[in-house]
């Protein structure tokens, strides 16, 4: 089934009666004063590059946001692109330097369990649990978002999160939310003690029952076949060909489909009409976090027929959203942006005119320079612990032995042909916070933005351009991100509302200017953070003024 006609049919059965009812006709005058309703959507790796490269092919929901303000070249500008950093941005208009999410996952050596790996939205200090089996919270972000900021202004504003991730709808939608709702692999979810909404149920009910039959192949889109390549990752892991076909029960599968996108925003309509946000006096923020680019970039690249596919197919389920929405006369505002990007996996890259491209060595690996430092030493390992680009050094070693510890494996790491740069907590705190387009930042400042003293490791290891931090790609991981290169901190940054005068700006911006621009068009005061206001109207009028 096409995924706009899913997301329709979902619609039907998940939608509130209420958002029915109210619909009115859609006003054609151009807004005069704040909307009800902020929507702000993230879709995971979602790229500049994949915005620029389809852009012309949208009809539906991604057709009608480029019709507001465009900005292709946004930036996840700090070094640490990966999912929870980015989404940490969007809506709170601090770099994760401030945030404090400075990776999905970084070392605790203080924790108080065996497990020293902390995720970016968990309670660790729950009994059992590890960074793999934990508690959702949102004890680990440091600063307020949008939302929050509005119900301190206005108690009566409703703030509510959606997102096929866990850190997705945590990161946007702060610590207080009125709904806050996200799939955990087998159905919707919220915090211990919450009770299910009726709307919420519906949608577990509806998408139970979908993924409990089997998916035929989705059609291919025209524009699509040119992408429509096999290529060969690994023995008999062969992408590029795939049309979202998909067993009975097999939710990894969903997870991995235009479906999920089409579930989320199906179960946030019908949110928006049980909780009739936006149509009282106050202005009520929902955040959607769409994660199936993300899973369908992993485990299939970002280059083949399945991309391409779910590109085509989020564009129309956006487009069945917005349609609900303006049947409902409800004077909502549209933010959509990316929380990064990513590149292509590196097989099929080599195969298009980049033989360059190459998977990380496994002597890279940090355990084993670790190893090798403490046999050099005569130091008991490990000496090194590492989660993500960071690398910590064990904390139990005396000073003078952490520091020569430390020196050696600087200079280990920058002798390894693959690495770019190698640096210290020291050398990154004592660089100042950048102030000029993020385009122009050198590795030490993007590292700058995304360092936190009390969570970032002693030791920051950045890979050279197009070398993936995947050893040996397989089933479900073939591509990833997470370097400080242009390809994975770029993400366009799309604004709309009815009668939105139009225009586009190439040069860069921020996603952390999202917070402070949204501010402005509901009239609420924000200072502090390290975005600005983008003035969203082409004319001599100024939209961070008003």
Same mark, same amino acid.
């Given at each position: ?105 970084w070392i605790d050596q203080r924790a108080g369990r065996p497990d020293k790996i902390v ?6 200090? +729950? ?8 508690? +959702? ?22 703030? +509510? ?80 060909q795939g049309r979202f076909a998909r067993a009975a029960g097999d939710l990894k599968a ?13 179960? #946030? ?63 909502? @505002? ?12 590196? @097989? ?8 360059? @491209?190459?998977? +990380?060595?496994?002597?890279l690996q940090t355990k084993a320079i670790g190893a090798a430092i403490g046999r050099d ?31 050696? #494996? ?68 073939? @591509? ?67």
């Amino acid at each position: 089934m096409p995924v706009k006609a899913l997301f329709l049919a979902a619609a039907a059965l998940i939608a509130s009666p209420t958002l029915a009812q109210t619909a009115a006709p859609a006003t054609t005058r151009a807004p005069t004063s704040r909307p009800t309703l902020i929507v702000a959507i993230s879709v995971d790796q979602f790229s500049a590059d994949l915005f620029a490269q389809y852009r012309a092919h949208f009809t539906g929901g991604l057709a009608r946001l480029q019709t507001g303000a465009v900005f292709p070249s946004g930036y996840q500008s700090h070094a640490a692109t990966e999912t929870c950093p980015g989404h940490s941005t969007i809506l709170t208009g601090y770099r994760p330097a401030r945030t404090g999410i400075v990776a999905n996952n970084w070392i605790d050596q203080r924790a108080g369990r065996p497990d020293k790996i902390v995720y970016c939205a968990e309670d660790e200090s +729950v009994p059992g649990s590890l960074h793999d089996s934990y508690t +959702v919270s949102d004890k680990h972000l440091k600063v307020p978002t949008l939302g929050e900021r509005m119900k301190a202004a206005d108690p009566r504003t409703r703030v +509510v999160s959606v997102a096929g991730k866990d850190r997705a709808a945590v990161m946007m939608g702060g610590h207080k939310v009125d709904e806050l709702w996200w799939w955990d692999g087998k159905t919707y979810v919220s915090y211990a003690g919450r009770a299910v909404p009726p709307v919420v149920q519906r949608t577990r009910d509806a998408v139970a029952a979908l993924v409990a039959r089997p998916q035929q192949a989705l059609p291919l889109p025209g524009w699509c076949r040119p992408a429509d390549r096999p290529t060969r990752i690994a023995d008999g892991l062969v992408v590029g060909q795939g049309r979202f076909a998909r067993a009975a029960g097999d939710l990894k599968a969903f997870r991995a489909s235009p479906a999920a996108d089409a579930a989320v925003l199906a179960m #946030a309509a019908g949110l928006i009409g049980d909780m009739k946000l936006g149509q009282g006096p106050q202005t009520d923020l929902i955040a959607v976090g769409l994660s199936a680019t993300d899973y369908v970039g992993h485990s299939l690249g970002t280059q083949g027929a399945e991309m391409c596919s779910q590109m085509s197919e989020l564009d129309q389920a956006l487009a069945g959203f917005f349609d609900v929405l303006d049947r409902s006369g409800i004077d909502y @505002e549209v933010m959509l942006t990316a929380d990064h990007g990513a590149h292509d996996a590196t @097989e099929r890259q080599q195969q298009r005119a980049m033989p360059m @491209e190459a998977h +990380v060595a496994p002597e890279l690996q940090t355990k084993a320079i670790g190893a090798a430092i403490g046999r050099d030493l005569g130091v008991k390992g490990p000496v090194l612990l590492g989660a993500e680009s960071d690398i910590y050094v064990d904390r139990d070693l005396p000073a003078p032995v952490r520091a020569r510890v430390l020196a050696e #494996a600087q200079r280990r790491y920058r002798a390894m042909p693959q690495v770019a740069a190698a640096l210290t907590a020291a050398e990154i705190r004592a660089t100042p916070m950048p102030t000029t387009p993020p385009e122009t930042w050198t590795l030490l400042e993007r590292a700058r933005a995304s360092h936190d003293p009390d969570r970032s490791g002693d030791l920051l290891v950045l890979l050279k351009p197009r070398v993936s931090t995947i050893e040996a790609p397989g089933p479900g991981y073939v @591509e990833t991100h997470g370097s400080p290169w242009d390809y994975d901190r770029r993400v366009p940054i799309l604004f709309w509302r009815k009668g939105m005068p139009g225009f586009e700006q190439p040069l860069s911006v921020e996603t952390v200017d999202i917070m402070p621009t949204l501010a402005a068009t509901i009239g609420l005061p924000v200072s502090g953070q390290d975005g600005r206001c983008l003035d969203l109207d082409p004319s001599p009028g100024d939209t961070c003024r008003r």
